[in-house]
């Protein structure tokens, strides 16, 4: 595949984002707080989010492994900083979340895989086959930006993540109004950390496959933030009117 054709698969890649953003204007992601079964056949939901959340790892390291380039030391630090993220949404978060009983349908873990699938592509091929890094690169401001921000955004995930498990004590617990920490001012920091992460991605990666995936990833989880902000207003009749749902003082 030429460099040029590869980009053209970028660009329908965004182009299929946009229409995820559109559609999740109008329909809540059926998992999480979301979940019914309209969706079809249910599963663990612990281990729908194994298998959807590690598939992106298969297909990213089948493809830097097998492409024809020797990856650099600077294309191998990009590599472990996706994996880091990936390794723990994939084997430590599900098994952190105090959740047994709650499900996820089926058809949600396959369009997660198909999706993984595309931005695992994205990444490891273009290291594989495009990437022309320097050791320079890691002195450049992009390095420097974006790898600050992909560090605060991975802390800010995780430590939200951690006062959410922490609002159930036992698997059955029920949904709490979350505080203390970045839940002062928003309603999905762990979401928020997360779009951070990959805008910081973006930037210290400094290419269009890196760009697509930050992209997508807004398009996915943006409506998600506001989708979990009207929920808690709406459960909660006592929500920190203040509070707001993605981005401090603004939404």
């Known amino acids: 595949m030429t460099q040029e054709t590869f980009y053209y698969f970028c660009y329908a890649w965004i182009g299929v984002g946009i229409i995820a953003f559109l559609g999740l204007q109008f329909k809540d992601a059926p998992y999480g707080k979301f979940t019914n079964s309209n969706w079809g056949p249910l599963m663990s939901n612990r281990w729908g989010w194994v298998i959807m959340e590690s598939f992106v790892l298969v297909v990213l390291y089948f493809f830097i492994l097998s492409g024809p380039k020797q990856l650099s030391a600077v294309d191998w630090t990009i590599v472990g900083l996706f994996t880091a993220h990936y390794v723990n949404r994939s084997f430590i978060y599900p098994f952190r979340t105090r959740t047994k009983g709650k499900q996820i349908p089926v058809s949600i873990v396959g369009m997660a895989m198909l999706h993984n699938l595309a931005n695992g592509f994205l990444i490891g091929y273009y290291l594989s086959h495009f990437s022309s890094y320097t050791m320079d690169w890691f002195t450049s401001w992009q390095f420097i930006v974006g790898g600050a921000l992909f560090v ?74 506001l989708a979990n902000h009207k929920w808690y207003k709406h459960t909660f009749p006592d929500y920190p009117k203040d509070r707001k749902a993605v981005i401090p003082f603004i939404c």
């Not at 779009?195 to 989880?221: R, Y």
């Open 152 to 225: 605060f955004g991975m802390f800010t995930n995780i430590y939200s993540d951690t006062i959410l498990i922490g609002l159930r004590k036992h698997p059955g617990d029920g949904y709490k109004i979350p505080h203390g920490g970045p839940f002062k001012y928003i309603s999905a920091p762990n979401l928020g950390g997360e779009l951070v992460e990959w805008i910081g991605f973006a930037i210290l990666c400094w290419n269009l496959p890196a760009c697509c995936f930050a992209f997508f990833t807004f398009c996915n989880l943006f409506p998600r933030a």
